[in-house]
């Protein structure tokens, strides 16, 4: 197993999960700044259940090829804690997580809310236990912020390729949290960006006085 059998994979199931929802380009290419009414707009909040189809996607992939199982969960029954960092004032309505096989790799989980009419297309992606959020899609909602649904589906791949690949270190200090992963980090309290990265060495070298989770790649 190696991360391009898997990204093949999960392009494979995407064409079907994500048949009836193309994507679209950037609707402000090369433009000023956008008209001031699409900061209060979202045209076709539908388009980015795209997003849905993506993580239903490497949902499918993940536990098709043996690397994870399924478990669903129900948001109703779970405590509040894993609800930590996400975004908006609004509950997820479903949730499952992805449990790997390889015994020391983190888990995933794949939950969805929804806004303007829709109850699944906004999807987030955590890790851990408890689960720390990695990101929140869309990252905005509005036309104005809208530049197309390669960045967002691009995000999305990051954060679970991330966790799938043993990437994540996740550092709870007395001041703050940092998130480290393979393109850069972030940090809330914790101090200087040289700070960040000595906490994140320290994690990474096993020798950290904080708590820390990482995990180990997935195969």
């Given at each position: ?214 995990g180990r790649p997935w195969w």
């Open positions: 197993m190696n991360e391009q059998i898997l990204l093949a994979a999960v392009e494979a199931a995407f064409a079907e999960t994500a048949a009836a929802l193309p994507g679209w380009p950037d609707p402000h290419p090369g433009a000023g700044s956008p008209a001031e009414e699409e900061y209060s707009r979202c045209l076709d909040p539908g388009k980015y259940r795209i997003l849905t189809a993506r993580a239903e996607a490497w949902t499918r992939a993940l536990t098709e090829l043996d690397l994870a199982t399924v478990e669903p969960l129900d948001p109703a029954d779970t405590p509040a804690a894993w609800l930590k960092g996400l975004p908006y004032d609004v509950s997820p309505t479903r949730a499952h997580w992805l449990r790997p096989h390889r015994a020391g790799a983190q888990p995933l989980l794949i939950s969805y809310r929804g806004f303007d009419g829709w109850d699944d297309n906004i999807v987030a992606v955590s890790t851990g236990q408890p689960a720390v959020l990695l990101t929140s899609l869309p990252s905005c909602g509005c036309d104005a912020c809208d530049d197309g649904s390669s960045p967002e589906l691009e995000l999305l791949d990051a954060a679970v390729v991330d966790v799938v690949n043993g990437q994540v270190v996740h550092v709870v200090t007395p001041h703050g949290e940092v998130i480290g992963h393979e393109s850069g980090w972030e940090a809330d309290g914790v101090g200087s960006p040289e700070e960040v990265e000595r906490v994140l060495d320290d994690a990474r070298a096993d020798r950290s006085p904080h708590r820390v989770t990482r």
